[in-house]
């Protein structure tokens, strides 16, 4: 099993990145999603998917970020809109080995993360 994150950058509040992550050897009927991490603070889920390709996302960034999955090429990518300081972070790409009945957005449902790919937002 292999995640291979990108599309990390330093942008402007109201600005917009994709990140993209390359999926190899996981089950695309389990869970997987995006989280991050900001210095000092636990990791927290962002966005999810399920086999149907249900999403479910954090409060803070409903509305903002588009989940979705290329079941062709094996892409997992977040879009984020109107970015904000608040979403500095780490994000990492997460993926399941074992299959639930419903997504969570608690990273201990996942096993398989990728390195992390800084995005920095500055006001």
């Known amino acids: 099993v292999q995640l291979l994150d990108s599309g990390g950058d330093s942008v402007q509040a109201g600005g917009s990145l994709t990140l993209s992550c390359q999926l190899s050897?996981?089950?695309?009927?389990?869970?997987m999603g995006w989280f991050r991490q900001s210095p000092g603070k636990k990791r927290e889920g962002v966005a999810i998917i399920n086999s149907a390709s249900r999403t479910s996302y954090d409060a803070s960034v409903k509305g903002r970020f588009t989940l979705s999955r290329d079941n062709t090429k094996l892409t997992l990518d977040l879009r984020m809109d109107r970015l904000q300081p608040e979403d500095t972070a780490t994000y990492y790409c997460?993926?399941?080995?074992?299959?639930?009945?419903?997504?969570?957005?608690?990273?201990?449902?996942?096993?398989?993360w990728s390195q992390g790919t800084q995005v920095t937002v500055t006001s």
């Open positions: 050897g996981v089950n695309l009927d389990f869970c």
């Open positions: 997460a993926a399941s080995r074992l299959r639930w009945n419903s997504c969570f957005l608690q990273e201990g449902y996942y096993h398989h």
